[in-house]
């Protein structure tokens, strides 16, 4: 696989993670290498401008309601990821628009982080949880409801989100996107990019091997493999991925 064009950037975010957006910029650059980042922070400060005082959570979440900023109806788009292509339409998925969400809310000085809630991302700025893709605060008595219906406790459900984690979700969305489309060497690139990011690399490791198959190279599947062999926690996993080791070897001798 050729080397990954964004490596050494992801490679300092890992090591030094800045906030969420300075994330969001990285995988925007995947999306469009013409990404200005300049342009973004400029409309994000001009954003948090218009908020009116006292600045506080609910009159950003007002002013962002107001300004139209709400979910994509087309969302498995690849432009639903980039901060500046949400930015523009003021549509997005909830990652991306809670991304504007918390850089806004950092320019007024509000505390504010991303919460890992299960298949709908999350904002909480000062204390108060943020749906970003309806624009709203969301109300404890409901969010309650919800939880017990999903059977999360709250604990769980409500995981804060560092700058890195969002960065694997929003990467893990694009690469969801590409393997739909069938886009194996795509897929590839965005979990490349995660590998660089990601504290336990194993599921990563996994799952890349039917992606190097789909992209007719079985012999990277059986080096990340045998890397995910290397790195398995228990017995009970180590002996499932030495099954799927020697399945792949014998296709490869039928094959050759």
């Known amino acids: 696989m050729t080397d990954l064009p964004l490596a050494d950037d992801f490679r300092e ?34 954003h948090a401008a218009a908020v009116a005082a006292p600045a506080d959570a609910a009159a950003l979440v007002e002013y962002l309601h107001g300004a139209g900023f709400s979910g994509a109806e087309a969302y498995y788009q ?63 008595d409901e969010l309650t409801r919800s939880l ?21 979700r929003m990467l893990n969305n694009l690469r969801l996107i590409a393997q739909h489309r069938g886009e194996a060497a795509r897929a590839l690139d965005l979990s490349g990019y995660q590998l660089l990011l990601a504290e336990d690399p194993l599921p990563l490791l996994i799952e890349r091997v039917d992606l190097w198959l789909s992209a007719g190279v079985p012999d990277m599947a059986r080096h990340d493999l045998d890397r995910a062999i ?18 792949l070897s014998e296709v490869s001798s039928r094959v050759h």
Do not use: C, K, Y
């Open 230 to 247: 290397a790195l398995a926690p228990n017995e009970a996993v180590r002996e499932r991925l030495a099954a799927r080791r020697l399945e």
């Open 78 to 140: 690849v432009d639903n990821s980039s901060l500046v292509r949400v930015l523009e339409s003021r549509r997005g998925i909830p990652i991306t628009l809670a991304l504007v969400v918390l850089g806004i809310a950092g320019r007024l000085g509000l505390s504010g982080r991303g919460i890992n809630f299960p298949r709908h991302f999350l904002a909480e700025v000062d204390g108060r949880l943020v749906d970003p893709f309806a624009m709203r605060l969301l109300d404890g």
């Open 13 to 46: 975010f890992a090591r030094a993670p800045q906030d969420a957006v300075a994330g969001g910029l990285l995988v925007a650059r995947i999306i469009d290498p013409a990404t200005d980042a300049a342009w973004v922070n400029d409309e994000l400060d001009r």
């Open 148 to 168: 017990a219906a999903q059977g999360h406790t709250p604990a769980a459900a409500l995981a804060p989100a560092t700058p890195v984690d969002i960065v694997l």
